[in-house]
Each structure stands twice: as structure tokens, then as C-alpha cells.
């Protein structure tokens, strides 16, 4: 039985690419390799829940995504939670799009009654990219230093949208945005 469910928006190759040399810097140096060992892509998570019924939403994301189009994302901000899971991140800049599509998923899932968890709620949410969990402490400083490294920001788009369950991560379906494949 999976641990929970989640809504990820994707990056177009370009942005995942990149995105994914950070991820692979960092496993080289020892920093972490949870994500590369998790078989993640890079991603924002949009919503997440401890229970679904992934055929539920099959045709709700498919429709959704059908009606959207890429969205313009710049990863321009490296970031840290102050959680004990030790999370590295890039942060988006939080565009009228961004935040708009955002709002208009949650309402979607209102209205078939889902349950919007209180950090993911449209007022609450902070849209990330992780690129390290449970960092050690002792090496965060570190950690921080190497991404400061990379030429940030990072532009491209996001141009999937997809669910997955986790712990083991396994996603159900993906479908882009306009409904093209890119």
C-alpha cells in the first residue's frame, strides 16, 4: 500500500535535464541520491494525499490538462524547509500563471470532493522543485554552496502533468498541457 499520492507538473527535456545534472552533482558528492534512488523527474508537486483512487482522477487530469497550455517556469531561487527531512530546493518565481493554474486545479479537486491538505491550499502553497532530501545537517552549508554554483535561474516550461504514489514512487498516468504531445 502506497504512503500517498501526488500531483506533479513536469519540465519540458531542456529544464529536466538540467535539472537532473544538479541532482546527479549532488549524488556524486555524496550530498544525497534519495531522489535518483526514488526514480523521481524532476517536478512541482501541486497537491498530495495520503489516499486516492487513481482511476478517480484519470479523466479529471486528462480533461484539465487538455484545456491548459505550457506554462513558462524560471527556477531562480535555491531553498531549504525547516523540516527534519532536510530538503534542498529551487523555488520558481511565482507567476500570475503559476499561481492561477495552481488555484484552478485545487478548485477542480473541491468540487469532486477531494480534500486540499492545508500546505497545498491555494493561500499555503509554496511551489518547489526538490533537488535533495534528507541532506545531513552538518553538510547543508555545503549543500547550499554547491547549488550556488549552478547558473541559476533555469527557464523552460512545464509541459506535463502527472500522478504518482510513493514510497515506491510509480506514476499511474501523465498527460501534457494543450494535450500535444511536445
Known sequence: MP???AVELYFDPALENQV????????RRQVSTQLIDNEERPHITVFSTPMLEPSKLHSLIKNFAAKQRPLSVTLATVGSFSTD?????????????????????????????????????????????AVALNVVKSRM???????????????????????????????????????ENK
Open 85 to 129: 527531512e532536510n530538503v534542498l530546493f529551487l523555488a520558481p518565481t511565482p507567476t500570475a500563471a503559476l499561481l492561477t493554474f495552481h488555484e484552478q486545479i485545487c478548485d477542480m479537486f473541491r468540487r469532486e470532493g477531494l480534500d486540499i491538505g492545508q500546505s497545498y491550499q491555494p493561500d499555503s502553497w509554496f511551489p518547489h522543485c
Open 141 to 179: 552549508g555545503e549543500a547550499f554552496s554547491m547549488l550556488r554554483e549552478f547558473k541559476l535561474p533555469l527557464t523552460g516550461h512545464v509541459y506535463d502533468i502527472g500522478l504518482v504514489e510513493y514510497h515506491p514512487v510509480r506514476e499511474h498516468y501523465a498527460f501534457p498541457l494543450g494535450g
Open 20 to 27: 537532473l545534472k544538479i541532482w546527479n552533482v549532488l549524488a
Open 3 to 5: 504512503d500517498g499520492y
